[in-house]
């Protein structure tokens, strides 16, 4: 993956982001505080904001500009999670001018290290953690496999999606949707969906693929 491809998918997510705010605000307005659209909007509207500086970057400084500026814009959970889970990021991409396979997978892996060790969340409590984490794995056997960047996020973004889903029918046991208790049974959970829409985005940006 090029430092090129690295800045569309960072383009990518500002777009898709901004596309689905209202829906991400919508799918947390019954389990959470009705903002989570809102706020990951904002976020990338600050980097987007900042694209013209990144454009000299490398991968690891684009990266770690993300998670800073994220980590500064975004209120609530969103913001200092995904913020460290892009610093890790930049972390695992350090002195990387292009991400081979493997180095993409150590990105990802960190990436999601990131989250789970700011929210501690575990897989099964209904957070983007459940989303993540099977992406992860999904990149790591393509990797295995022998698999190229664009077959390892495409199965990545596929893995996600099946997370985000499979939060559906689980009863929050960590943050604000956990306070509803069986109420939050049957709801979507929003940062599953957020953090498929930052997978997706890769996979997107790997393989150049338009947006339907």
Not at 149 to 161: F, K, S, V
Not at 187 to 205: F, K
Request: charged share 20%; with cysteine.
């Amino acid at each position: 993956m090029t430092n090129e491809q690295i800045m569309s998918w960072l383009e990518r997510i500002a777009d898709v982001l901004h596309e689905n705010a209202q829906y991400l605000t919508q799918l947390d307005s019954p389990i959470g505080d009705a903002d989570h659209g809102i706020n990951m909007d904002r976020g990338f509207t600050a980097i987007r904001a900042k694209f013209l500086d990144m454009a000299t970057m490398d991968i690891a400084s684009r990266l770690k500009t993300v998670g800073m500026t994220l980590v500064s814009t975004v209120g609530g959970a969103s913001g200092p999670l995904y913020g460290t889970a892009f610093l890790r990021a930049a972390t695992a991409a350090s002195g990387k001018q292009e991400l081979a396979p493997a180095d993409l997978v150590a990105m990802l892996d960190a990436f999601l290290g990131g989250i789970v060790a700011r929210g501690k969340a575990q897989p099964g409590e209904k957070t983007m953690v459940d989303a993540l984490t099977p992406a992860v794995s999904s990149a790591k056997e393509a990797l295995a496999q022998g698999k190229d960047t664009a077959e390892i996020t495409a199965r990545a973004a596929a893995a996600a999606e099946e997370g985000m889903k499979a939060t559906i029918p689980m009863q929050a046991t960590k943050g604000r949707a956990s306070y509803l208790g069986e109420r939050s049974i049957g709801h979507q959970d929003p940062g599953a969906t957020s953090s498929w829409l930052i997978v997706r985005s890769l996979s997107e940006a790997c393989t150049s693929t338009p947006r339907p």
